[in-house]
């Protein structure tokens, strides 16, 4: 018999994994601040719940997926939080890309009622979430990571055990900032081609082919920046976070990362200029707009 799966964050990646667990077989509880998401994950056969604490009473593994630590923290450890009413023997999976210092925080509070954690970040954005084909990192007991792994399936086409709890979120944040140094490659080397006249397709092309091709480059920007299309995807402040989330593991195990620091004031400036809630893909219009030049094409 499938397990009794909590599902709580029904945001642009959590609707559509939950969508997917649905599709999958699985029985679902769901629970988001944000209302019209609940209500469609009903109409697709979900139970809606009144808190995060509900969640943790009816479910065998409640799911997470949340910006923040601060806000992981406060679905797992609030009065009103899924441990408050979580059953001993019972699983949680934190989906977010939080600080793995707080992943180790939760696991440990989890543990003093005997339920496991594993700390599962994924990589392949709303179409990967929607597609479930995304990436998904594990970090955790090997035990309980093969015990989830048919539930990880479901939502995931490639899935790594990564090692113990947080080696999930250090494997992703290690990801997102590699990202983010390709993108603000990408966009310097497009907007340079395009203002020193050749056509944005034509560089494109080239580099698609050739050893400057990369996974910002394409598919993502191809499907969406080169288009004008900026709407998330995943945003700018996310991104943001997430460098951060770089720089502090970095501070913690002296480790200099000069391009993942000097990326982050780029994704800054985005923000300054108004552009946090767009698609991250977006540091390619602070640059055209400082150069006077657009690195847009139609396919």
């Known amino acids: 018999m499938k397990k009794q799966i909590g599902f709580i964050g029904l945001g642009v990646m959590g609707k559509p994994m939950a969508k997917n667990l649905l ?15 609940v209500q469609e994950l009903v109409g697709s056969g979900a139970k809606a719940a009144r808190s995060a604490k509900e969640v943790g009473e009816k479910s065998d593994v409640v799911i997470s997926i949340v910006p923040t630590s601060k806000e992981v923290q406060e679905v797992y450890l609030n009065e009103d939080g899924v441990l408050a009413g979580i059953k001993s023997g019972s699983i949680i999976v934190d989906m977010s890309t939080i600080d793995p210092i707080v992943s180790r925080e939760v696991a440990a509070a989890a543990l ?13 954005g709303q179409v990967g979430a929607t597609e479930g084909t995304l990436t998904i990192m594990v970090g955790g007991t090997e035990e309980i990571f093969t015990e989830c792994k048919d539930i990880f399936a479901a939502m995931g086409k490639n899935i790594y055990y990564c090692g113990p709890i ?6 992703k944040i290690v990801n997102n900032m590699v990202l983010a140094i390709c993108m603000q490659a990408t ?24 050893s400057a091709q990369n996974w910002a480059l ?13 709407e998330p995807g995943f945003m700018v402040d996310l991104m943001y976070k997430d460098l951060g989330l770089a720089q502090n593991l ?10 993942g620091a000097e990326v982050r004031q780029v994704f ?16 390619l219009t602070t640059l055209e707009e400082i150069v006077g030049v657009k690195a847009r094409f139609e396919s």
Do not use: H
């Not at 947080?166 to 494997?171: P, Q, T, Y």
């Open 218 to 230: 394409n598919p993502y920007m191809a499907k969406k920046a080169f288009k004008g299309d900026f």
């Open 268 to 283: 800054e400036m985005a923000r300054v200029a108004g552009k946090g809630r767009k698609d991250f893909s977006a540091i």
């Open 250 to 259: 970095a501070s913690a195990y002296k480790v200099p990362i000069l391009f």
């Open 166 to 171: 947080g080696a999930g979120e250090i494997s």
């Open 23 to 37: 599709k999958a077989g699985y029985s679902l509880w769901v629970y988001d601040i944000v209302k019209e998401p």
């Open 112 to 124: 003093e009622k005997k339920v496991e954690m594993l700390d599962a970040p994924v990589s392949g």
């Open 187 to 210: 966009c310097e080397g497009m907007i340079l081609g395009t203002k020193a006249g050749v056509q944005p397709k034509t560089l494109f092309e080239i580099m698609s082919k050739s």
